[in-house]
């Protein structure tokens, strides 16, 4: 199933559910990465963060004290973030369109609902490869380019000007 040798990614697991995260960390095995550090919430990751090289995060949206929003908001914001570029996948279960919007918001790279298959996992971390957005920095968002459709014939009103 994979093309890439996930070996070496090095990936920072944040979920809660202790059930949850034992199927997540299987999943993972399953695709060859061998280097996952767990955190229960947002703030022992931002923790992790801070004190280890990490290459990718999969997280929660709900957790305690910190959730998944507020972290993305640290890492993205926050002027103690050891590193604003990390890819981020959110997987959770709240798959409102309210939700969705206020990740890709927030500056994750992927979004992923719960459950999820093998496959669909690989699919999101494969996009994080293949597909290195730009970050846009401007006063109210950091993040990747939410902008994944690159046409360049777009002729309407709002067309920016180069």
Known sequence: MADYDLKAL??????DNINMRDMIKSVLFE?????????HDGDSAFREIKTTTIDL??????????????????????KDSPNKYIPIIMLTGH???DKVIE???LGINEFLAK???????YSRIKSV????RQFVDI???????????????YEGQERRKS
Do not use: Q
Request: with cysteine.
């Open 10 to 15: 090095h990936v920072l697991l944040i979920e």
């Open 31 to 39: 695709l060859g990465l061998r280097t996952i550090t767990v955190a």
């Open 57 to 78: 995060v999969l997280c929660d949206w709900v957790m305690k004290p910190i959730n998944g929003p507020m972290f993305v908001k640290r890492i993205r914001r926050g």
């Open 95 to 97: 798959t409102d369109i």
């Open 103 to 105: 990740a890709r918001n």
């Open 115 to 121: 459950p999820f298959t093998a496959n669909k996992l």
């Open 129 to 132: 490869i293949e597909n290195d």
């Open 139 to 153: 006063e109210s968002y950091f993040g990747p380019d939410r902008r994944r459709d690159r046409t360049i014939a």
